[in-house]
């Protein structure tokens, strides 16, 4: 005689796993109403449902920040839809996988992350995948996420947690790819050279002033991707190097991240 399966053992089962209460109830019809089998069939069933979709892109997200003890953990979390990266679920497994490496670290965090994704794929119907884990260290430390889309650790010599927070949301919107003119290196100056002196190639000027113009395309170029050259974003007066160095503070480390 099968088994009488109970709401209160679905509800059991359905608050434990999150997945949807027909699927629990056929969970345990199968597992003769043994709570531990029905687990198992679950976690087989997710992971199977996982397989199936892995080779689906992931075009979109959510990312978050945990700061605290000198660090800030950051972590991403990809979906196929922005409808899914919204979801309540998927913005919870995100939280707890940022709390979990935050307190056990980056591989114990990459071995358990797929038995913590694969219900959500399950219940969501999308692939989702764990995505940029990064740690920034320091005395002061300042983060600015927006939307939960784009997110920036930063890490001073010096300052206070305002500045950096200041620097951090900065670099959230003004995307520099360098901190210093130091870090370009000789290939990219060689290959912007290349595009502009392409661009002017035809222009009917002296090599003088043809030469001028390309300095100076090649100059403002890099100064508009360098952070600290960059007009600092809540006062234009000055650029984010003067407001650092009027803070006796300097950059240490920089991280951005983006969906």
């Not at 919870?92 to 670290?105: A, D, P």
């Not at 114990?108 to 995505?131: C, F, R, S, V």
């Amino acid at each position: 005689m099968p088994a009488k399966i109970t709401t209160e053992m679905i509800k059991e089962l359905r608050d434990s796993t999150g997945i949807s209460v027909m699927q629990c109830k056929h969970a345990l019809e199968e597992a003769e109403g043994d709570l531990k089998k029905a687990l198992a069939i679950l976690k087989k069933t997710s992971s199977d449902i996982a397989l199936k979709k892995i080779n689906r892109e992931v075009k979109d997200g959510a990312v978050m920040i945990k700061i605290g003890n000198k660090k800030a953990v950051l972590v991403s979390l990809h979906c196929e839809t922005d409808f899914v990266s919204r979801n309540e679920d998927f913005l919870t497994l995100l939280k707890n996988l940022l709390e979990k490496v935050f307190s056990l670290g980056v591989e114990k965090t990459k071995k358990e992350a797929k038995d913590m994704i694969n219900p959500i794929i399950q219940k969501t119907g999308e692939n989702i995948q764990l995505g940029d884990i990064s740690e920034v260290l320091g005395d002061v430390l300042g983060t600015y996420v927006h939307n939960n889309k784009i997110a920036v650790m930063v890490s001073l010599d010096g300052g206070n947690v305002e500045l950096a927070k200041d620097i951090a949301m900065h670099i959230a919107a003004m995307k520099p790819e360098y901190i210093s003119q130091n870090e370009i290196s000789d290939d990219n100056r060689k290959t912007i050279t290349e595009v502009f002196q392409k661009e002017i190639a035809n222009i009917d000027k002296p090599a003088e002033i043809k030469n001028k113009m390309l300095n100076g395309k090649i100059s403002a170029y890099f100064k508009e991707k360098t952070l600290l050259e960059q007009a600092f974003i809540k006062d234009g007066e000055q650029t984010v190097g003067q407001l650092l160095e009027k803070n006796k503070a300097k950059i240490k480390e920089v991280k951005r991240y983006s969906i």
